[in-house]
């Protein structure tokens, strides 16, 4: 589907890619792969060290837009109609009593985000279902007239309905009787050539988490997004209606009610969000991205995990890339520039992972290594705590409600090993998992003479990030604050204690 060209080939200046990229690294993002292609030409790919071609990278959010291919597949086989109430195809899970709004959403309506209900921001983990389907229907409904306060007409507004996605994920599997990966294999990903690796993980009840969990890597991404840009075409056959995905690609509802305009406030289509020229996008909630520019025929895909800062890492991904990519590209090839190329691909093999701001060296080490602070009770269930430093690497001994546990970290550098919390989710989110544990990577930096700041990235199937700063006294005490930014898990370190020596 894709050969490699330079980026004067194809009217890109590697000087503009540079910038864009330095731009990436100056508002400290956590970028971990960029592909840019134009046509089937890929004219630039970079993985930040330790991600690869070949690491499954978990898209989030922007596993929807792929549901929506799914359920255009359902509709071309007449499988559905999009005007079909979406109830009518969960009956044994649906109350009787449904309201009126909810039960009259159509498949279009989710599609669209405008579902029957007025969406109540918070977590499914919350609920801790058996059965998340089962949950969507009866959220609020064991009173009928609470529903109904809480429920909107169909189709009107745009509001922001995840739990409604992951429902068309689980319809394509009731209408197709496969799982989600084996309906899309034999409709699509076999065609274009989807790594036999990707996955999706899944929710308690054994549908497959459809609204944010597709585990593939950046080319498989890629080849998604360039199929959806052809309007369905894979080597000049039409796979699925090109009427569908224009439809799915195009302003069908608005989604700003300030008025306001910014990268994500075009519209919306089919699980795909609009944005500047014309364009459209995936949108996953860590900066996972597949933007398709049809004008420029170009795609930018973006894999990270900018959860801690989801505003920054989108404006500057997204922007960015029309600003310094887009819009100074040629409709033709471009001159060679021979020292710019080169400059380039000598900065791209300095990009790794980031790491903690701060220095790595302070004179408190000398004065704090390998001593135990005793903690007063605190929400992060921590009892003791010991910093030990060892030139640039350091680890962090804690006992919890575990037992003794320990991050290793590196000063200016990142330790790859695993998180000592054992027990999160693996397959099926929301579902502790004992034994397990996510790959982390670990990093520190004294951020003020006295106060050393750790950061830990989960790069796993799950991507979250913990900050631990530390502040030590000359008086002998501690005070620790924890500041978790991931989805359901990581809750243990969230909080603040403080201590003194032992």
Not at 195 to 205: K, W
Not at 409 to 416: E, Q, R, V
Not at 434 to 453: Q, V
Not at 471 to 484: E, H, L
């Amino acid at each position: 589907m894709f050969t490699y060209a330079k980026p004067a080939e194809v009217g890109v200046s590697a000087k503009q890619i540079k910038k864009y990229v330095g731009l990436l690294e100056k508002y400290g993002l956590s970028t971990h792969s960029i592909l840019m292609a134009r046509g089937d030409k890929i004219f630039f790919e970079q993985y930040w060290e330790p991600f690869n071609k070949d690491f499954g990278h978990r898209l989030y959010s922007s596993t929807k837009s792929i549901v929506a291919i799914a359920v255009g597949f359902l509709v071309q086989d007449g499988k559905v109609s999009l005007d079909d109430r979406i109830v009518d195809y969960f009956q044994d899970v649906a109350p009787d009593d449904l309201c009126e709004n909810v039960s009259n959403q159509t498949i279009r309506d989710m599609l669209m985000m405008s579902t029957g209900f007025i969406i109540e921001r918070g977590s499914w983990f919350d609920d801790k279902p058996e059965d998340r389907a089962k949950l969507y229907f009866h959220r609020s409904s064991d009173s009928i007239e609470r529903m109904k306060e809480k429920s909107k007409i169909p189709g009107m507004f745009f509001d922001y309905d995840s739990n409604g996605s992951f429902i068309l994920g689980a319809l394509v599997e009731r209408v197709s009787g496969k799982k989600l990966i084996e309906y899309l294999r034999e409709k699509l990903f076999d065609k274009i050539g989807i790594s036999e690796e990707a996955h999706f993980l899944e929710c308690p009840g054994g549908y497959s988490w459809g609204d944010s969990a597709m585990v593939c890597t950046s080319m498989d991404f890629l080849k998604m997004a360039r199929f959806t840009l052809n309007y369905g075409k894979v080597n000049g056959e039409q796979i699925l209606s090109e009427e569908y995905l224009r439809e799915a690609t195009s302003c069908l509802i608005t989604n700003s009610r300030d008025g306001g305009v910014a990268f994500d406030k075009f519209g919306y289509g089919y699980q795909i969000w609009k944005t500047w020229n014309d364009s459209f996008f995936f949108n996953g909630m860590g900066s996972q991205f597949a933007v398709c520019v049809p004008k420029q025929d170009m795609i930018l895909v973006c894999n990270a995990d900018n959860q801690h800062d989801p505003s920054t890492g989108k404006i500057v991904v997204i922007d960015r890339f029309f600003e310094e990519i887009v819009e100074t590209a040629s409709d033709s090839p471009i001159a060679d520039d021979e020292e710019a190329e080169r400059e380039l691909n000598e900065y791209c093999k300095t990009l790794k992972l980031r790491v903690a701001p701060g220095k790595t060296e302070s004179e408190t080490v000398k004065k704090i290594s390998g001593k135990t602070f005793i903690l007063k009770e605190n929400p992060m269930g921590m009892k003791k705590v010991k910093l030990t430093f060892d030139g640039d690497e350091g680890r962090f001994d804690y006992e919890n409600a575990q037992g003794e546990k320990t991050i290793r970290f590196g000063l200016g550098k990142n330790i790859f090993d695993l998180f000592p919390e054992e027990g999160y989710s693996r397959l099926v989110g929301s579902k502790l998992c004992p034994g397990n544990y996510y790959k982390c990577a670990a990093s520190a930096g004294w951020i003020e003479k006295e106060k050393i700041g750790i950061m830990v990235q989960i790069i796993d199937e799950y991507f979250g990030r913990l900050y631990i700063t530390i502040n030590f006294r000359q008086d002998g005490k501690i005070a620790i604050f924890c500041r978790k930014n991931a989805e359901a898990f990581l809750n243990e370190y969230d909080g603040y204690a403080d201590g003194v020596e032992e």
